[in-house]
């Protein structure tokens, strides 16, 4: 669990890190896209047949940071929409 934990927030970290432009997601959000994004990516390579959901290898990896860059942008959107409305 710990493992799980540990992974999220690098996947997450390395989301930030693609996405460009400064992200206004604090850490606990970080930690959470990360987290749904390594679950989407072991989804992606258990559907391949390359390992299992909770098992870390190269495909999962690369499918859950795409996951999460694609969740970082999307929550920046919703965040920045957000601000938008309230101005």
Same mark, same amino acid.
């Given at each position: 669990?710990?493992?799980? &934990?540990?992974? =999220? /927030?690098? $996947? =997450?970290?390395?989301?930030?890190? !693609? +996405?460009?432009?400064? #992200?206004? /997601? @604090? $850490? $606990?959000? *970080? /930690? +959470?896209l990360g987290l749904v994004g390594s679950? &989407?990516g072991g989804t992606i390579a258990n559907?391949?047949?390359? @390992?299992?959901?909770? %098992? /870390?290898?190269?495909?999962?990896? !690369? ?6 860059v694609l969740l970082v942008g999307v929550? %920046?959107? !919703?965040? #920045?929409?957000?601000?938008? *409305?309230? *101005?």
């Amino acid at each position: 669990m710990i493992g799980f &934990i540990v992974a =999220g /927030l690098i $996947i =997450g970290a390395l989301a930030r890190l !693609i +996405v460009p432009g400064k #992200q206004k /997601l @604090g $850490i $606990i959000a *970080t /930690l +959470v896209l990360g987290l749904v994004g390594s679950v &989407i990516g072991g989804t992606i390579a258990n559907l391949l047949g390359t @390992g299992d959901i909770f %098992e /870390l290898n190269v495909v999962g990896f !690369i499918a859950a940071v795409v996951a999460a860059v694609l969740l970082v942008g999307v929550a %920046e959107g !919703i965040v #920045q929409s957000r601000r938008r *409305t309230r *101005t």
